[in-house]
């Protein structure tokens, strides 16, 4: 299997790969999931587990950190970008069923 087959909400990083991975601390990661800002995956015995996707959001946190906001700002900041990704994603769905052409009646039509 190569990492590209690895679905990426899937858990596989332990938090001190995670931590290694993203540049930050185990401590800074245990902290942003108090706070709300990601839940990564458990295994049955309590282990975290981080995925591709967790990531890439604790990335977008350390950005938002250096740009100067605070914990709860960035919340709301991941808030709002999670909600526009979604309002997006409803609007391509409704554009594509715009696009698509009417369905034909079942007779059909002779000239003479």
């Not at 909400?9 to 596989?12: C, I, L, P, T």
């Not at 995925?51 to 950190?65: E, F, N, P």
């Given at each position: 299997?190569?990492p590209s087959?690895v679905?990426p909400?899937?858990?596989?990083y332990g938090i001190s790969?995670a931590?290694d991975l ?5 401590q800074s ?16 015995g309590?282990?975290?587990r981080y ?15 250096a ?5 709860a700002?960035?919340?709301r900041?991941?808030?709002l970008?999670t ?6 994603a409803?609007l391509?769905?409704?554009?594509a069923?715009d696009?698509?052409p009417p369905p ?8 003479d």
């Open positions: 299997m190569r087959d679905d909400a899937q858990g596989v790969v931590a993203v540049g930050m601390d185990p990661l245990r902290l942003y999931e108090r706070r709300g800002l990601l839940e990564p995956a458990r295994t049955d309590g282990t975290r995925s591709s996707d967790d990531l890439a959001r604790l990335q977008r946190i350390g950005h938002l950190l740009a100067g906001l605070n914990l700002g960035i919340a900041v991941l808030e970008e909600e526009n990704a979604r309002l997006r409803a391509e769905l409704t554009q069923a696009m698509e034909r009646s079942g007779r059909l039509r002779t000239t």
